[in-house]
């Protein structure tokens, strides 16, 4: 069995997280096995939360898989506590990335041009870093400015222009050309208006291609679903499939977990009822 190392946090509300990358990956046939970065009583997106951080735990874990002789198919590092916590990713990565270790890293620092709570300039430049030693990156489009040292209000000022997409697009070329490897860059949750409706779409770039998929937006973002559409993606490619096929699948697959939520009016904290269509991916 394929096996993937989920570097991420543990809310025990939110459907976020390693919630939502274990059985995602799991239904996909790849033994998933996590690292914790903290454990969370609720994602940070609740009005009140606690917070145990797990930094000093997280070499336990590197060293001790060590000494099993174990090796990963991918890693995914998904939602890192403090800049610290970055030089943990980069030990690991120098146990266990081997030559055909599948590297994803989801730069999570911040939504709507504005950081979290644990992110600041050092927690950039520590992201930064570890994002060059990636094979995929999954950032939403803060987080790409961030990567990229664009001003995002900038360029989310031009989203109603016809070239909005290829503006983004150099952005993405801009951060792969920093890269230690051939890169694929992922931009997740692009909101677009055209002729009065809304859509949210991914947009994946890497050598040579470039392409963009879409849905109609609902006007919720849901907690978890950049999760969701990462793990999937990640195991997508781990399976053989193509960057296409892998956002695609991602895309779909959330589509009508997103639009239920909606219609249901689930709290936007609380995440999406994506269990039932975990079938959607077997």
């Given at each position: 069995m394929k096996r993937v190392a989920l570097i991420n946090d543990l809310s025990g509300f939110g459907?976020?997280?390693?919630?939502?990358?274990?059985?995602?990956?799991?239904?996909?046939g790849i033994q998933a096995c996590p690292l914790p970065t903290a454990v969370l009583t609720a994602q940070t997106g609740f009005s009140e939360f606690y917070c145990d951080d797990y930094t000093d735990k997280m070499d336990y874990f590197t060293e001790?898989?060590?000494?099993?002789?174990?090796?990963?198919?991918?890693?995914?590092?998904?939602?890192?506590?403090?800049?610290?916590?970055?030089?943990?990713?980069?030990h690991f990565l120098e146990q266990f990335q081997e030559e055909g270790t599948l590297?994803?890293?989801?730069?999570?620092?911040?939504?709507?041009?504005?950081?979290y709570s644990m992110a600041n300039d050092e927690f950039?430049?520590?992201?930064?870093?570890?994002?060059?030693?990636?094979?995929?990156?999954?950032?939403?489009?803060?987080?790409?400015?961030?990567?990229?040292?664009?001003?995002?209000?900038?360029v989310?000022?031009?989203?109603?222009?016809?070239?909005?997409?290829?503006?983004?697009?150099?952005?993405?070329?801009?951060?792969?050309?920093?890269?230690?490897?051939?890169?694929?860059?992922?931009?997740?949750g692009i909101l677009i208006e055209k002729e009065g409706v809304e859509y949210v779409g991914n947009l994946a770039v890497s050598a040579g291609q470039c392409f963009y998929v879409e849905t109609r937006y609902t006007g919720i973002g849901y907690s978890g679903t950049g999760d969701l559409f990462t793990s999937v993606v990640c195991g997508s490619?781990?399976?053989?499939?193509?960057?296409?096929?892998?956002?695609?699948?991602?895309?779909?697959?959330?589509?009508?977990?997103?639009?239920?939520?909606?219609?249901?009016?689930?709290?936007?904290?609380h995440g999406v009822q994506f269990e039932k269509y975990l079938f959607k991916l077997l």
């Open positions: 459907k976020c997280s390693l919630t939502a990358a274990i059985p995602v990956i799991s239904v996909m001790q898989w060590k000494k099993m002789g174990v090796s990963f198919d991918g890693i995914y590092s998904g939602y890192l506590a403090g800049t610290s916590q970055i030089a943990k990713v980069m590297y994803l890293a989801d730069p999570v620092m911040g939504d709507h041009g504005k950081f950039l430049a520590g992201m930064r870093e570890l994002s060059q030693m990636a094979d995929v990156i999954t950032p939403n489009l803060t987080e790409l400015c961030f990567l990229a040292g664009a001003d995002y209000e900038a989310t000022a031009c989203r109603h222009e016809a070239d909005y997409t290829d503006r983004i697009k150099s952005l993405c070329e801009r951060i792969m050309a920093k890269a230690k490897k051939p890169q694929t860059v992922v931009v997740t490619l781990i399976n053989g499939l193509s960057v296409r096929e892998a956002v695609e699948k991602a895309t779909f697959f959330l589509q009508e977990a997103i639009e239920e939520a909606a219609a249901l009016e689930i709290p936007r904290n």
